[in-house]
C-alpha cells in the first residue's frame, strides 16, 4: 500500500482465509444502517466469487454473508444473493515494512485494512469497515476492554440523529456489534464484528472499526488488552 510515501509498504504476498485462528488467552457504531435480523444464507460458487478479478488472484475460501431482508427503503433484497468477501479483504498473511512492534493493530482506514504487526517483516491483515465521511478520525489509542457478544446501547448522539435505534440491545448474532469488540481507551470508538458482513472493504460505519465476525475472533484471540493500536 502506498501511504505517506511508502512508510506503511505492503507488499501482497499469498491470499490465505485460511490463515489458523489463534487459541483464545483468557465509538459506537452502526447507525448506517441497523440491521437487526439476518436473512437466510446461500453460498456463491468460485466462479460468481472470482467475477470481476485477475486471473492471478486468488480467492481460497468463500465467506457468506447474511442479507437483510428489509433495508433502507424497504423494497428489500433477492435473499438468494451471496456477497461473496473480495481476495483482497480476505484474512492473510502479508510482508510489512513498518517500525511498529509485534502485537501492534496499525489501521489504513483509506485503504480499508486492519493490520497486526507479527515481526521478521510480517503482519496479518484483515479487511474491515470504517467511518464514512464526516465520521472519519486518526490517532492512537490502546485496548482498554475486550468483550464477547458484546450488547450494545446507542449514546444520545445517535438517538438523536436515529430515534428509531433501540435503546439496548442483548449480545448476539443480530447485534451490529457482532460477535467481538475490543475497546479503544476511553473513547467510543470499537474494533467489532458486525452483522453486515457485505459492508466489509466500504465507509459506513459511525467511525468504529468493523470486521467479519471470524476475522474480529481470529484478531481477539491474539490481542492482548493494553495493545497499541495506530489508526491512520
Not at 478479478?53 to 424497504?74: C, F, I, K, M
Not at 433477492?78 to 512492534?101: C, K, M, T, W
Not at 489509542?141 to 475486550?146: A, G, N, P
Not at 476511553?186 to 460505519?205: C, D, F, K
Amino acid at each position: 500500500m502506498a501511504r505517506n510515501g511508502g512508510f506503511y509498504g505492503n507488499t501482497y504476498i499469498s491470499p490465505s482465509y485460511d490463515y489458523p485462528y489463534a487459541q483464545a488467552e483468557d465509538g459506537y457504531d452502526e447507525d448506517y444502517p441497523l440491521v437487526t435480523r439476518p436473512a437466510p444464507r446461500t453460498r456463491a460458487s468460485r466462479a460468481e466469487r472470482l467475477a470481476g478479478y485477475p486471473d492471478d488472484v486468488r480467492s481460497t475460501g468463500s465467506v457468506t454473508a447474511s442479507l437483510p431482508q428489509d433495508y433502507g427503503n424497504g423494497t428489500g433484497y433477492d435473499n438468494s444473493i451471496d456477497y461473496a468477501i473480495a481476495p483482497q479483504f480476505q484474512r492473510q498473511l502479508v510482508s510489512y515494512q513498518g517500525r511498529e512492534r509485534p502485537g501492534t493493530i496499525v489501521v489504513d482506514t483509506g485503504n480499508k485494512f486492519l493490520y497486526l504487526v507479527q515481526g521478521d517483516g510480517r503482519a496479518i491483515r484483515y479487511g474491515i469497515g470504517v467511518g464514512r465521511e464526516g465520521f472519519e478520525w486518526s490517532g492512537r489509542q490502546t485496548v482498554s476492554m475486550k468483550r464477547e457478544w458484546p450488547s450494545w446501547r446507542p449514546p444520545a448522539d445517535m438517538l438523536r440523529r436515529r430515534p428509531d435505534l433501540p435503546r439496548f440491545m442483548e449480545g448476539g448474532p443480530d447485534n451490529p456489534l457482532g460477535a467481538r469488540a475490543l475497546y479503544l481507551g476511553s473513547s467510543l470508538y470499537r474494533i467489532h464484528g458486525t452483522n453486515e458482513p457485505h459492508t466489509i472493504g466500504q465507509a459506513v460505519s459511525s467511525g468504529c472499526i468493523r470486521m467479519l465476525n471470524d476475522d474480529v475472533v481470529d484478531l481477539y484471540n491474539r490481542v492482548k488488552v493494553g495493545a497499541t493500536v495506530i489508526v491512520i
